[in-house]
């Protein structure tokens, strides 16, 4: 026998016992319902997440104020001597080879040095070296200043920087004792992540400012004359440094041949290039700079120096002639 049909009175009465949590549920979990439920849920998340985002970065996350503040520790690691609140000249010397010897009267030795191709059958390695010898003696006569060799871990085949091997060869030859009040030795330091030209000015300033706590009045830069133009008009513009207090020392090669051939070889490979891309940013410029990271290091002056932080990301539009100029404010700016 079927059971008697609930009356319509019964009915009602049932659904008023149904549990109001249970009632909510039914009503979300019909068809249109679910799918608007869905859509609101997700909107939701995204203004969660959107505020947090917001919030995060304006309460210092930025590069800036997470650079200060994760670098508590690193810095606390630090004690300059009093002396070094003195020092206001930076001199720089590129590097542009790396020296494997240990007996500087050998340095004339390419069996001594790792080059490229170009760099052999010349007088360059003299360069080199005479490079090392005008900043040693820049330095010794200015007790203001700090020598920096500036140069990275380039070359696949040996696991030391440039800047490191220039100072090696520097304190092999005995350059960095004198004067014996003040020996350029305590004056004297490397930057060791500068992949190109542009990079070893203004990485030599950041290094600056790491060794000393402050940044240069002036710099000066020794490096082949054939090059010149290229610091002095091009990157020393591309950073605003003032050109005031800007000076550039050429010592090239004592061949006249091969001089004439590395003069075109800058027109063609650096000048031109760096006249398109400033900041050495983009195509040519770039994978240069890949081609000479093999070991894929990266340098630490986003913590050391947080204020050079956007000038460092600068890039102007990836056109391949935007010479935009980096307008942001500058530690140095008051330099005038």
Known sequence: MLPAPVSGERRKAFR??????????????????????????????????LVSNLRFYLSGSSPKGYQLSSATGLLSTINRPSKLSSLDHLIVVPCHAIWKGVDAASRLDENDWVLEPYQRGSKRIAAFYDHILHGANLAGNDTRALLVFSGGQTRPTSPS???E??????????????PKSDPIFDRTTTENYALDSYQNLLFSIARFREFTGRIPKRITVVGYGFKKARFTDLHRKAIRWPQNRFYYIGVDPEDEQHSLIAQEGERVNGYLPYSMDLYGCRSFLLSKRQQRNPFYRFHSYYVSFPELGPLLDWCPDNRERDTTLFLGPLPWDHLG
Do not use: I, M, W
């Open 165 to 178: 091997s220039y100072y090696r060869l520097a304190l092999s030859a005995k350059l960095l004792d004198q």
């Open 161 to 163: 920087t440039e800047a």
């Open 16 to 49: 008023r016992f149904v549990s109001p949590k249970r009632r909510f549920l039914d009503t979300l979990l019909t068809r249109s319902r679910a799918t608007n439920l869905a859509v609101g849920l997700l909107a939701a998340v995204c203004v969660v997440s």
